[in-house]
């Protein structure tokens, strides 16, 4: 059972989700029409209660308040962040992604994706859907980690599917040199909104920036 709330100034929004989240079993804290009033609401939360998992939070508020500031807000109470818009104003979309939030549905999506997704954001995903894709395709500045060459020399290498030793072999460094310039590739893609907690997430934004060539330029399948 996850603990949603919902910050949307459009009332038959809030009751909708809300009642599909009870439906499918969650408990909703709180659903509200500003960060202002959820902030209340969590101040306000007896300590014997369970604190809110994720935030299904409206892109654009009626108060005029910014989405960066609203994202950063939810997230300084330990709640992840779902943004739950109609997905058309791709700046917001960028500048809400970059402050951390976890993904973005559509308003138009079916109520079985909008769960499924509130489930995987709270479990500690984070959604690779085609709003996010879009949002970053839209602007080649934010897609676009600022590496330094030896990061990009460690990305290319390691991505390709290098060990760290033999990465740092190649380079003529120490392995934990290599970590250290892992640990900074990983910290820049996750302050634009495209974490890589794997190697495989590696190898995609290696691909997706231009240090490896795609792995299927033809457009076929392997094998």
Known sequence: MVSVAIIDDHESVRLGLQAACTGAGHTV???VSSVDDYLAAVRDTPEDESPVDIVVLDLSLGDGSDVTANVARVQATGAAVLIHSIADRVALVRQALAAGAAGVIPKSSPTDVVIGSIEQVASGGVLNNLEWAS???ADSEFASVQLGRRERDVLHLYASGL?????ATELGVAPSTVKQHLDRIRKKYIEVGRPAPTKVDLLRRAVEDGILPELNPGGTDAG
Not at 163 to 167: A, F, L, T
């Open 29 to 31: 804290a709180t659903s």
């Open 135 to 137: 949002a970053i395709e």
């Open 163 to 167: 060990p760290m030793k033999q990465v």
